[in-house]
Structure formats: C-alpha cells, structure tokens
C-alpha cells in the first residue's frame, strides 16, 4: 500500500539536493572547524556560507545566528539566557498558553527557580490578545516570548505587533518560529523580534540542527560552557554535515515559499471544506485564516482522535492528534484546552499537516477515508450512544 504523509509539522523528509550537499561533509570535507590547516578552513567556511543562507531566510545578518541542536535548545537558550543575564533586572517572564513544550517546560523550569511566569490566554481562535501582553507588563518583566505559529492548531500570531508592545517597553521578545522559518515570509526586523527560533527538520534538512536568531547587542548567558565556538556563545564542536544541510535547505525554501504557500493553502481549504462538510459534528480548531498554510486541525464528537488515528494509519494514512509530544500521553492536548474545548472535544482531535510532497489525490483519499472511518467508529462509540 502507498502510504500518505500528512504529519509535516512533527518533521518532514530530507530534500534530496539537501542530502547531496550534506554528503561531502561525512567524508571527505571532514575537518574540525576550529582547525588551522585546510581541513578545518574547509569546514569553517561550509558552515559560514551557510550561516549566510539562513540568515538571508530571516532578514538577519549572519553574525546574529547561534547554530544550535535544534528547536528546543534554541528555545531553551534564549529563555534561559535572557532570564539568567538580566537576573539583576527582574525575574518576570511573560509567554502564551498555547507555546510548544520546550518553551513551557522551560518556564517551568524557571518558576521552580524563582522566577515570576504569566501565561497569556487565547481567543477561541488561539490568538494572544495584545491588551492582555501590555496588562502583563510590570517593571521586573525582562522578556515576552509567544510562538510565531502554532505547530498544533496552525494559527499565526500578532507578532509584529507584540514587537512594537515589547520594544516600547524595552523588553526583550522572542519568539518560536520553528513552524514558520521556510514556509511563510519571516523577516526579524519587520517582526521586531530580538531571538528567534529555528529548526532545520521542519523544512526539508536534517535532523539535530536549529538555530537561534539573536539581535546584535543583546546579551545571554551562554547555554553550553566549553570551547570558543560560535562566538562563545555555543560551545561545542560543530554538526558542520547537519549546518550545511540547513544552509541548503534554508536557500530552496526561499525558492519555492511563494509557490508553496499557494499550493498548500488551496490543498488545506480544500481538507477543511470537505471534511467539514462530509462529517457532521466536526469543527476547526485555530483561525480560519490567520492559519500556516499546511495545517488542518479537526475536532469531531463522539470519536477519539486515537482510534481515529490508528484507522487511518491501517488505510496508510499517517497524521496525528496534535503535537508528536503529546501524542504517546493519554493528557488532553493543553493547547486545545486554552482554545476552550472540553477534554472530550480535545480527545476527538486530529492534525493534518501537508508539505512539499502532498498531492490533490492524496486529500482527496482522505476525503474519502476519515468519513468512512467516523461513521463505523461512532457506530460503536458508547459515547455517542449516552449523547442519545
Ligand atoms: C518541532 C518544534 C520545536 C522543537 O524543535 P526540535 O528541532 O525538534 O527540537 C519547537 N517548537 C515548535 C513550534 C516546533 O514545531
């Protein structure tokens, strides 16, 4: 059976001319960075032009990106780094209900550390009120950081404007862009954004490699102590194979964003449309159209989104209930709780996101598929049966 990825947003397959550019890098290319002699030249210089790539991406200069080994370290740096450096400044930390794990963990982590966390709620839509943002403000806060775009309900936030809220108040703003780098427009500058978080899996490259963008002239407490790398700011030898294959993959998504959003947004619509029309009792979770073009995400009563799963995943359809975290946890997604669902409705939820390979066939199979696979599980769902 051909099977269909529809799970981009937990990661997404290398891109083949990634692959290619990676490959020297393992063997011949092999050097350490740090090196003097040319083998080190050599790789230095791969990782330089590919700090360049990445940085054309987002509108910054290269010397404002920190390589790291993915999303989560760059969102636990940056958080970690501004609480830490500005320690003598205040100890408030202001971030959104409906943030990824490695950017609430961390706050966790700080709360338990001493430090003051407010976690802004949302709209029913998953939209962070910017009254809300100005209300939080006090004179200890040192850092505002809300996601640009939801990995699970895909709505996109009032950034920008955050940024001129945080600017004005000289508090440092970082936001998680993992979800947005490659696949829309982002520029820091017209984002007003001091840290940003990248991640390489997310748009064609490998795994194990992120970035974190960081405004020149702001200072964090280094994350990894060790050697000199990366300005000091990351130590560690680096993952010059994976950095290049960002580079490459940064440089194609800049190519091919404008098409792509359009493709994508036409095949998510037509998801939607049709799911919502084939289903009954089905609703969107997220903005309608403050949305990442490759994401749907569904509640449907009466169903789990688990079974709903494991059906699909039996016609070869591969999608998920929400975020890869979560997924193994049998906890109601805290994301979908913020948007108001009951545990119910957050349980009969399910995520599909597209990417580059998605076809028109391949929506419409699941078109075909998911109605056929709620109507036999709510025939047996004695949840439906209580709600006669
Ligand atoms: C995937 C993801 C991360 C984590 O990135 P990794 O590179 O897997 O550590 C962080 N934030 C968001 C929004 C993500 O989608």
């Not at 789990?304 to 975290?325: F, H, K």
């Not at 994301?335 to 028109?360: C, D, I, N, P």
């Amino acid at each position: 059976m051909k099977r269909i990825y529809l799970d981009y947003a937990a990661t997404t397959p290398i891109h083949s001319e990634v692959v290619k550019a990676m490959l020297p890098y393992f063997t011949e290319a092999f050097g350490n960075p740090s090196s003097i002699h040319s083998y080190g030249q050599e790789a230095k210089g791969s990782i330089e032009e590919a700090r360049v790539k990445v940085a054309d991406l987002i509108g910054a200069r290269s010397e404002e990106l920190v390589f790291t080994s993915g999303g989560t370290e760059a969102d636990n740096f940056a958080i970690k780094g501004i609480a830490f450096a500005n320690e003598s400044k205040g100890n408030h930390i202001i971030t959104s209900s409906v943030e990824h794990h490695a950017v609430i963990e961390t706050c966790q982590f700080l709360e338990r550390r001493g430090f003051r966390v407010t976690y802004l709620p949302v709209d029913e839509y998953g939209l962070v009120d910017l009254d809300d943002v100005k209300k939080a403000i006090t004179d200890k806060t040192t850092l505002i950081s809300v996601m640009h775009a939801s990995n699970e309900m895909g709505t996109i936030e009032p950034i920008a404007e955050i940024g001129r809220i945080a600017k004005e108040a000289e508090i440092y703003f970082h936001t998680d862009a993992v979800q947005t780098v490659g696949h829309i427009p982002v520029d820091v500058n017209k984002l007003g954004v001091d840290l940003l978080s990248m991640s390489a899996h997310k748009l064609y490259g490998p795994k194990g490699v992120g970035a974190l963008y960081i405004r020149k002239g702001t200072k964090l407490t280094p994350f990894i102590h060790g050697g000199e790398q990366e300005r000091r700011r990351r130590a560690s030898t680096e993952n010059v194979p994976g950095i290049v294959g960002f580079g490459k993959a940064a440089e194609l998504a800049q190519h091919e964003m404008g098409e792509e959003v359009k493709r994508l947004t036409y095949l998510r619509d037509q998801l939607i449309k049709g799911l919502l029309e084939r289903i009954d009792h089905t609703r969107l979770n997220g903005h309608p159209l403050k949305r990442l073009p490759n994401n749907i995400n569904i509640s449907a009563d009466f169903v789990e989104g688990e079974s709903m799963l494991l059906n699909l995943d039996l016609e070869g359809i591969c999608a998920s209930t929400g975020s890869a975290c979560s997924s193994s946890s049998l906890e109601a997604s805290h994301v979908l709780l913020a948007l108001g669902l009951s545990h119910e409705q957050a349980h009969g939820s399910l995520r599909f996101s597209l990417g580059k390979w998605t076809t028109e066939e391949e929506i419409e199979r699941v078109l075909d598929v998911l109605p056929r696979v709620v109507a036999k599980l709510r025939a047996m769902s004695p949840l439906l049966k209580s709600h006669r």
